[in-house]
């Protein structure tokens, strides 16, 4: 029972350099979301899909671009890391547009010096 | 703006020990109020929708309650196993299918 999986769970990056992450849903779910998660803030929404081939920008999208060029796979990109890009990173994905259907993943510790 | 606050940051309780977590919003439109849990270097989970005023819901020694400004997540008679951090997050209708978040209540249950 797979539900939603992210890789890497922890990588360490030096500013300016580039890496993606990989999040997989086994459940067949239209809406996928990547969040960051922050101390004391809570969860913001980064980017977000409704759909195979589509994607759209959530609250904080500045520095980060993805791509859902399957229904299954949504990926996060950061083009050029920053200090200020250090969070947990969290995919999810949902059946509909409720907030009663979301699953999360375990998370992506990311860490820019 | 859609906002949540939720407090406090964190609780200590001896196990037994009742209490509540508090989640203020505002919102244009609510469509849903839900709660989460989280455990540490988990993703959150779950819990409760909430979708109108006077709405109450339960699970085990959990009881989230709804008005039109807040919401509380009241736990009763707590175990060691209750501890983590829990989640508030407003769903409303200008905001499509976007959640927005609070900051979370870190609850420690001590045996």
């Known amino acids: 029972n797979a539900g939603v999986t992210q890789t890497p769970k922890f990588r360490v990056l030096k500013t300016g350099q580039s890496m993606t992450l990989l999040c997989a849903q086994d459940m067949n779910h239209e809406y996928m979301y990547w969040y960051r998660q922050d101390p004391g803030m809570g969860l913001r929404l980064i980017h977000y899909?409704?759909?195979?081939?589509?994607?759209a920008k959530g609250e904080v999208p500045d520095g980060y671009n993805v791509s859902r060029l399957k229904k299954q796979n949504f990926l996060l990109g950061l083009e050029s890391a920053a200090p200020s890009q250090t969070s947990v990173y969290f995919c999810?994905?949902?059946?509909?547009?409720?907030?009663?259907?979301?699953?999360f993943g375990e998370g992506s510790w990311l860490t820019v010096v | 703006e859609d906002q949540v606050t939720q407090s406090p940051e964190a609780l200590r309780l001896q196990e037994g020990e009742s209490s509540s977590l508090n989640c203020s919003y505002t919102?244009?439109?609510?469509?849903?109020l839900f709660w989460y849990r989280q455990d540490p270097g988990k993703g959150p989970e779950f819990l409760f929708t909430?979708?109108?005023a006077g709405e109450e819901k339960e699970k085990e020694r959990l009881k989230a309650t709804l008005t039109k400004k807040e919401s509380f997540l009241h736990i009763t008679a707590p175990k060691p196993e209750d501890s983590a951090t829990y989640l508030c997050a407003v769903q409303a209708g200008a905001a499509g299918n976007k959640l927005t978040f609070g900051g979370g209540t870190r609850v420690l249950v001590k045996p």
């Open positions: 909430l979708y109108s």
């Open positions: 999810a994905s949902s059946h509909d547009s409720s907030g009663n259907t979301i699953y």
């Open positions: 919102v244009s439109g609510l469509r849903g």
């Open positions: 899909s409704v759909g195979e081939g589509t994607t």
